[in-house]
């Protein structure tokens, strides 16, 4: 519990008491609870124009709670391009947006039952909606997406990025479903 109220504090110091209207550029992120998840992903987004920007980011898988107790370890990529649609008058890093997304995933985990050290090898691209916007220079960014999937899948259907379907008693190795909620500090 301390751990997540020195989070929150460290960016509630970040939201200027008096701020002024600025278009930031750059923008730092975590992915909330991502450690929760197994993993510490980091994120770097860059506004190219008003309406567009790159977003990377990067896990290190193993780095967080280890839910499945299958001791993970490994990394994840990603990059996406962001098209904002509407509710960015301001310009830059906030409003609604549509974005394609490239994730590959790669570690190495325990397998059930048996001991032995399994690999998982996982890409996909989903097409991605959300919504960003920032306060200050306290920054959110969440959204949904679902996507092809292809590779070699863990056992739980869970690739620290992205989960398999595994919907309404139905599943699939090659949809890949995401979502998330990004923290971040906009320079």
Known sequence: MRFFKTILLSFLLLIPIAGRATEYRNAVKVTFLSWATGSTKLSY????????????????????????????????????????V??????????????????????????????????????TLLATAGYQTHFGRFL?????????????????????????????GTRSDHVALSFSVRLGYCF
């Not at 609604?96 to 032995?116: S, W």
């Not at 959110?140 to 309404?168: C, K, Q, R, S």
Request: aromatic residues 18%; glycine residues 14%.
């Open 45 to 84: 987004e860059r506004a190219f124009t008003p309406h567009q920007s790159a977003e990377f980011c990067a896990s290190m898988i193993g780095a967080g709670y280890d839910k499945f107790a299958n001791n993970p370890r490994g990394y994840t990529l990603r990059y996406g391009h962001k098209f904002f």
């Open 86 to 123: 509407a509710g960015n008058e301001g310009g830059g890093l906030k409003g609604f947006y549509v974005r394609p997304e490239f994730i590959y995933v790669n570690y190495a985990y325990d397998q059930r039952g048996t001991g032995l050290r399994t690999q998982s090898q996982m890409c």
């Open 140 to 168: 959110i960014d969440a959204w949904a997406g679902a996507g092809p999937a292809l590779g070699t899948p863990a056992e739980t259907g869970y690739h620290h990025g992205f989960a398999l379907w595994n919907v309404f």
